[in-house]
């Protein structure tokens, strides 16, 4: 049996309603993570000073981090994503960026 998957694009099955007022942007289903990355201000070349991020959750085509300071919006970074063996790196566009009341930014990125 294959898993339940949420609604995308912000459609809800029927009879029922949105968690909340905003609309679905994602083009894909999120998968909720715990993993460490790096992200890199430099998008081009992969190098420069490096920041460890917190990833909470990862799709197709984006992902969302826990970082200790803001980020700009529409910036490019390079992320490198590590879970054990398995790596994954790839341009990143910031989205969305808001200050968490317990301390850091939440951050939203698109894969491109």
């Given at each position: ?10 459609l809800s ?31 081009q070349t992969?190098?420069?000073r490096q ?62």
């Amino acid at each position: 049996m294959a898993p339940i998957r949420p609604p995308l694009l912000g459609l809800s099955p029927a009879g029922t309603e949105p968690e909340s007022d905003e609309q679905e942007r994602r083009r894909s289903f999120r998968e909720a993570y715990s993993v460490t990355a790096w992200l890199s201000p430099d998008a081009q070349t992969r190098n420069g000073r490096q920041r460890q991020v917190l990833v909470n959750n990862l799709s197709l085509h984006g992902v969302g981090f826990v970082a200790s300071t803001p980020l700009e919006a529409e910036a490019v970074h390079w992320i490198v994503v590590g879970a054990g063996a398995l790596r994954a790196s790839s341009r990143v566009r910031i989205v969305s960026c808001r200050a968490k009341k317990d301390g850091g930014y939440e951050v939203g990125g698109e894969f491109f």
